[in-house]
């Protein structure tokens, strides 16, 4: 929606080289020159235009998850989710569709989400990141509290296909919810 979101692949491992999206774009729209090659510290090396302000985020998540691409979406459900779910996480278990997250064989797995407050500093909440993605070796994304989302994969496909099974899985939720809470 909007210009919000930011999408990454990595070029290369070592030296660690990321395609990134530029800042303020319609991802609708997106095009050639909206990507830009960064370097580990999130210096543009290739293209041009000022690379998204959670560089740093994706940059941690690639090392971290060795993932070959970082997907970050804002959506309507993990918004809200992420806003009433208690401080830390959001679980999700016993659905079917969590057999579309890596590794993932039965529905009967509960995904724990690690949910971070949000913030306009991201190069400062690295280290908090790269502690849950440590604590957390089983999170296949994490949540930014009234945010969005942060999944990652292999390859661009691998990280898609995370990110439509964990929307449906928050969409689910949030109207099961609904229908049962009280205002
Ligand atoms: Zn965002």
Known sequence: MGTSGNFSAVLSRDPLR????????????LSVD???????????LAGSGKPSAESSLHI????????????H????????????????GLAIEGYEMLKGL??????????WLPILDNTQDWAAA????????AQQRDAHAFLIRR????????????????????EFLFEVMGRKRGMTWQP
């Not at 090659?37 to 999130?42: A, K, L, S, V």
């Not at 941690?60 to 997907?71: D, F, H, P, Q, S």
């Not at 690295?126 to 993605?133: C, G, H, N, R, Y």
């Open 126 to 133: 690295v280290p908090q990141v790269e502690a849950i993605l």
């Open 18 to 29: 990321l395609a990134i999206t530029v800042s303020g774009i319609d991802k609708g729209l």
């Open 147 to 166: 945010h969005g989302l942060y999944t990652w994969g292999r390859d661009l496909a691998d990280a898609k296909r995370q990110v439509e099974i964990l």
């Open 102 to 111: 890596d590794g993932v064989q039965t529905h009967d797995h509960r995904e």
């Open 73 to 88: 979406t804002h959506s309507i459900w993990s918004t809200i989710l992420s806003d009433n779910a208690p401080e830390t």
């Open 34 to 44: 909206q990507i830009v090659e960064i370097d580990e510290r999130g210096k543009v």
């Open 60 to 71: 941690a998540i690639a090392r971290a998850r060795g993932a070959g691409a970082v997907l």
